[in-house]
């Protein structure tokens, strides 16, 4: 039985050795294309095969870049083989245009002062093998200085207006003298605070508009923020032989059309969407009214203490209909005036002084800002005050111009809610927002708390290191980012130490709790400060390719 195995195994191998493979088996390598990238590198690369590139907006000159595809072959060292194909898809005014480019580079035009897109297919064809890659791009301007810092800083005449764009970002932008960098040139030495409005027309289509006001002791800078451009002659502003004199501070609402600058004797001119100012008048018995604080809710009205005459006053630029006023050669409308004269009226407000022990004590009120009541949010304010070491807040609420109300009654409700004994005075820092009703933000020295005006109870939420000189939201009108794409709120946080500023931003949750924070450093001592958002839609507007 073994010999006949192996007999048998034996035959086997020497059929298999003998046996001639006639098989066609003769291999050809291909050329291939391998690592096809581009340059300038793209900054994000999506699902691998779609490139997105954003620039930010020019302001004065167009941009132009070459796009160009890097790829090594691995049989082929020229470039005879291959085709390439650009299919750009833009806008050109209303028209949509579709262009195609047969060069291996791409050049595409930004304009200035214009946003532009490009949608872009690219092919790279090997003509020898009949192997296609293609790439999609999406090629975008950014409107610069939405959702940014504008931050006045440095000493006095000697003022810088700096910028802090994307600053959710890891890398934001900060630019030190916006002005300059833009403009090779510098401005705003002598500006003292700012204002920004944004508004919808109901003309026209319903076109909406950003103003950023730069108040300087002697004028104002009436600016379109996005590429720091003046809408108006700052010396068409106001009338002939009315120029202010010493303008120390300004008041908005970023949801208003309008805007106020008072001087440094407490008087006050406002302004409209024209941008022209207008000298506030009173009342005989407030005729001598001297402006301490004041504060615009999002309608446009303004709640104003006089701490010189202890009053409360309000004024409500909407009830007057003004401000639709035109120029045709951009001088000063005077005949204008009489139509755009406002009132400023008092209103009563108990509790701004008491007797203890037989002595009067006098309130002093600390600040005024956004309503956190949901009848002081729109049209209203909220006061702080403290008095005899007592802490008190005032909740101030117009009333529905459309309810009926008996003669003697006031159209402006104020409620008072006794705090406790906070510590507060004149160096702590106050804010608040609609997003955190019946609660406000307050500061000691370097901390910052959140007070709970129902429960009555102080949380501390953040310490910024040195003694904190401003409080300030992103928005008053929504604490959270101007695009409302974060579930966070922004609280913005000056520090100024020996001449030096610093901006601290910190993150809160729903609830008010501190999330995260960070700080952008490098300014002089900051004076003001603002935050710009963007109504506008985005308009595609015409492009060019060479």
């Avoid at 630029?317 to 003004?322: D, G, K, R, T």
Wanted: hydrophobic share 35%; aromatic share 12%; proline share 4%.
């Amino acid at each position: 039985m073994k010999r006949l195995i192996f007999i048998v195994g034996f035959v086997a191998w020497f059929l298999v050795g003998c046996y001639d493979d006639k098989g066609n088996y003769d291999y050809k390598d291909i050329n291939t294309i391998d690592g096809l990238t581009f340059m300038p590198t793209p900054i994000t690369v999506e699902e691998g095969n779609t490139y997105r590139y954003e620039y930010r907006q020019p302001a004065q000159e167009e941009l132009k870049v070459t796009y160009s595809p890097v790829f090594t072959q691995s049989m082929m060292e020229g470039e005879d083989n291959v085709e390439y194909l650009w299919t750009v898809e833009y806008k050109d005014g209303s028209e949509n245009v579709v262009d195609s480019v047969f060069t291996k580079e791409l050049e595409l035009t930004y304009p200035p002062k214009k946003t532009t897109q490009y949608n872009v297919k690219f092919r790279l064809s090997d003509k020898r093998t009949g192997v296609d890659h293609y790439r999609d791009f999406t090629m975008t301007t950014k409107v610069p200085f939405v959702n940014a810092w504008f931050i006045l800083n440095g000493p006095e005449n000697n003022r810088k207006l700096s910028t802090v764009e994307e600053p959710d970002s890891t890398s934001p932008i900060i630019s030190y003298d916006a002005y300059k960098d833009l403009w090779n040139r510098e401005r705003f030495q002598k500006a003292e605070a700012l204002s920004y409005v944004n508004f919808l027309t109901h003309t026209d289509g319903g076109d909406k508009y950003e103003n950023l006001y730069v108040i300087q002791r002697d004028s104002v800078a009436l600016m379109l923020p996005f590429v720091l451009e003046d809408r108006k002659d700052s010396r068409s502003l106001f009338a002939l032989g009315a120029n202010p004199n010493n303008l120390v501070y300004s008041e908005s609402h970023p949801l208003s059309r309008y805007a106020i600058a008072v001087d440094d004797n407490g008087k006050f001119y406002h302004s409209g969407m024209s941008g022209y100012y207008f000298s506030g008048l009173a009342e005989n018995d407030v005729q001598n009214y001297v402006i301490d604080k004041i504060y615009m809710s999002q309608t446009g009205f303004t709640t104003i203490w006089d701490k010189t005459n202890r009053k409360f006053m309000s004024f409500d630029p909407v009830e007057n209909q003004c401000y639709n006023v035109t120029s045709s050669d951009g001088s000063y409308p005077q005949n204008a005036v009489e139509s755009n004269t406002v009132e400023i009226s008092d209103f009563p407000v108990e509790g701004l002084s008491e007797v203890v022990d037989g002595t009067p004590q006098l309130m002093e009120i600390l600040w005024l800002g956004q309503g956190v009541t949901s009848g002081s949010e729109e049209t209203g304010a909220t006061a702080i005050g403290v008095m005899t070491d007592t802490c008190y807040i005032f909740y101030i609420e117009a009333s529905d111009k459309g309810k009926s109300m008996r003669a003697e009654e006031s159209p402006i409700k104020v409620t008072r809610v006794n705090l406790g004994e906070l510590g507060f005075d004149q160096n702590t820092c106050f804010a608040t927002s609609s997003a955190y009703a019946e609660q406000f933000f307050y500061t000691k020295e370097s901390k910052v708390f959140l007070f709970n005006t129902v429960s009555k109870e102080s949380v501390e939420l953040y310490d910024a290191g040195d003694v904190i000189t401003k409080l300030k939201f992103r928005s008053d009108a929504d604490a959270s980012f101007p695009d409302n794409s974060s579930p966070y709120r922004c609280l913005g946080i000056v520090v100024n130490v020996a001449g030096a500023g610093e901006l601290h931003e910190v993150i809160l949750d729903e609830a008010g709790d501190f999330v995260t924070s960070h700080t952008f450093t490098g300014f002089g001592e900051i004076k003001d400060l603002i935050l710009t958002t963007d109504l506008k839609s985005t308009r595609l507007n015409s492009s060019h390719i060479t």
